[in-house]
């Protein structure tokens, strides 16, 4: 049975050869749904002889946690973009179309590596909402800016959005992306290992970098943030509090912190007011033991190089998905509410200096003025505003 399920696994994984990202997906499918029927109780060296003679010819085209994860997880991955994988379920064409779901922008821990009921299931059930879940390995808030991702921003009924890791992002020296150019070697290296080999040979240019990013970062946000017309909220998880790193930390140490590497308490501080609310979750490191889906059993997952492994201290645990819906759920409830009244009427966006502001008609045509944030300004600072007419909290005279 084995040798026929390795046959399989090899005729959908060299099926994707050359083609598009769609069809990676199908194969992807295809290979996982061929894994579950046919696997029995799986050795170690049935699992490894799985990825050797199947997923690791489709992580070597297309990488995606899927390849390594096959006995664990069914992501059931599919693409709205032709150009990136994502977790299933897709919501219909239908839902689509009509802006009924919920969209989920972030990484692997919005994705929910490891987790079959991750927090993207949790939360479709809990609002009887499909759920678009556009987290991928290793993303940058950048990410989602992609045009052909955009629409799906701007037709969301609400958008959450991950505080991303700081080192996915780059700038022009070093482009953004996992790996870029260490430009001592000319060699292709992961972003963390060139920003550190900067930091052991040049601590003063590494503190220059290391501003550029958190800077490109910041604007990327403001851009993310600027093309989400609906609710939106900003959703932190991490096992760290937000003023437990710092980039002055960095500097002395070394240390470029948890994730979401490389964010400190004031980058946090500069882009949650860009979001309607903004939602922390903290959580524990215990590590991850996973079960099989074919057996019920402890099984490992298999590292990129073919080893196998049975735990993990960097994703979030299985008891964090319901920590997630848990802290979002009273803030999702209020935004969903919002969005409905908010749909027929007319919104502006007036950009200060400093901070960006939502003016909204009421059902009387008067313009309600209140910050991204959902608190009103101070009155004093309301009467400050440049001048493109005279601004008051609950109505505006020309």
């Given at each position: 049975m084995t040798k026929n399920l390795v046959?399989?696994?090899?005729?959908?994984?060299?099926?994707?050869?050359?083609?598009?990202?769609?069809?990676?997906?199908?194969?992807?499918?295809?290979?996982?749904?061929?894994?579950?029927?046919?696997?029995?109780?799986?050795t170690d060296a049935t699992r490894q002889s799985l990825w050797k003679n199947g997923f690791q010819n489709l992580y070597d085209q297309f990488p995606h946690y899927q390849a390594q994860d096959f006995e664990i997880v069914d992501y059931d991955l599919h693409s709205v973009d032709g150009e990136n994988l994502f977790r299933g379920p897709c919501p219909s064409a239908e839902d689509l179309k009509n802006?009924?779901?919920?969209?989920?922008?972030?990484?692997?821990?919005?994705?929910?590596?490891?987790?079959?009921?991750?927090?993207q299931h949790k939360l479709a059930r809990k609002f009887n909402l499909p759920v678009l879940n556009l987290s991928v390995p290793a993303a940058g808030p950048e990410f989602a800016l992609s045009p052909k991702l955009r629409p799906y921003l701007e037709?969301?009924?609400?958008?959450?959005?991950?505080?991303?890791?700081?080192?996915?992002?780059?700038?022009?020296?070093?482009?953004?992306?996992?790996?870029?150019?260490?430009?001592?070697?000319?060699?292709?290296?992961?972003?963390?290992?060139?920003?550190?080999?900067?930091?052991?040979?040049?601590?003063?240019?590494?503190?220059?970098?290391?501003?550029?990013?958190?800077?490109?970062?910041?604007?990327?946000?403001?851009?993310?943030?600027?093309?989400?017309?609906?609710p939106k909220m900003l959703l932190r998880v991490s096992p760290r509090g937000p003023g437990e790193w710092s980039a002055e930390l960095a500097t002395q140490t070394g240390n470029f912190g948890t994730f979401p590497q490389l964010v400190g308490e004031d980058t946090?501080?500069?882009?949650?007011?860009?979001?309607?609310?903004?939602?922390?979750?903290?959580?524990?490191?215990?590590?991850?033991?996973?079960?099989?889906?074919?057996?019920?059993?402890?099984?490992?997952?298999?590292?990129?190089?073919?080893?196998?492994?049975l735990s993990n201290r960097y994703y979030p645990p299985q008891s964090t998905q319901d920590q997630l819906l848990q802290a979002v759920a009273p803030v999702v409830e209020t935004l969903l509410s919002q969005e409905c009244l908010s749909q027929p009427v007319r919104t502006a966006i007036l950009n200060t200096a400093d901070r960006p502001f939502v003016f909204e008609m009421d059902e009387k045509g008067h313009l309600c003025f209140t910050t991204l944030s959902g608190k009103r300004p101070e009155k004093a600072f309301v009467n400050s505003l440049p001048k493109a007419g005279t601004y008051f909290l609950g109505e505006i005279l020309s």
């Amino acid at each position: 049975m084995t040798k026929n399920l390795v046959q399989n696994l090899n005729e959908f994984s060299h099926f994707a050869c050359d083609t598009d990202v769609e069809e990676i997906a199908l194969s992807y499918r295809h290979a996982t749904s061929a894994a579950t029927m046919r696997c029995g109780i799986p050795t170690d060296a049935t699992r490894q002889s799985l990825w050797k003679n199947g997923f690791q010819n489709l992580y070597d085209q297309f990488p995606h946690y899927q390849a390594q994860d096959f006995e664990i997880v069914d992501y059931d991955l599919h693409s709205v973009d032709g150009e990136n994988l994502f977790r299933g379920p897709c919501p219909s064409a239908e839902d689509l179309k009509n802006g009924r779901y919920i969209c989920l922008v972030g990484a692997a821990q919005l994705l929910g590596r490891f987790h079959s009921d991750s927090f993207q299931h949790k939360l479709a059930r809990k609002f009887n909402l499909p759920v678009l879940n556009l987290s991928v390995p290793a993303a940058g808030p950048e990410f989602a800016l992609s045009p052909k991702l955009r629409p799906y921003l701007e037709n969301a009924q609400l958008t959450i959005v991950q505080v991303m890791s700081g080192r996915s992002i780059g700038c022009d020296e070093y482009p953004c992306g996992w790996k870029t150019t260490d430009l001592t070697t000319g060699e292709l290296r992961p972003r963390e290992a060139v920003l550190r080999s900067i930091w052991e040979t040049d601590v003063e240019k590494f503190g220059q970098v290391l501003r550029r990013w958190n800077d490109n970062y910041i604007r990327s946000y403001h851009a993310l943030a600027s093309a989400i017309p609906g609710p939106k909220m900003l959703l932190r998880v991490s096992p760290r509090g937000p003023g437990e790193w710092s980039a002055e930390l960095a500097t002395q140490t070394g240390n470029f912190g948890t994730f979401p590497q490389l964010v400190g308490e004031d980058t946090y501080a500069q882009i949650s007011p860009l979001f309607d609310q903004s939602v922390e979750v903290v959580h524990d490191l215990l590590g991850t033991r996973f079960l099989s889906r074919f057996t019920g059993l402890p099984c490992p997952f298999v590292e990129p190089t073919g080893a196998l492994s049975l735990s993990n201290r960097y994703y979030p645990p299985q008891s964090t998905q319901d920590q997630l819906l848990q802290a979002v759920a009273p803030v999702v409830e209020t935004l969903l509410s919002q969005e409905c009244l908010s749909q027929p009427v007319r919104t502006a966006i007036l950009n200060t200096a400093d901070r960006p502001f939502v003016f909204e008609m009421d059902e009387k045509g008067h313009l309600c003025f209140t910050t991204l944030s959902g608190k009103r300004p101070e009155k004093a600072f309301v009467n400050s505003l440049p001048k493109a007419g005279t601004y008051f909290l609950g109505e505006i005279l020309s």
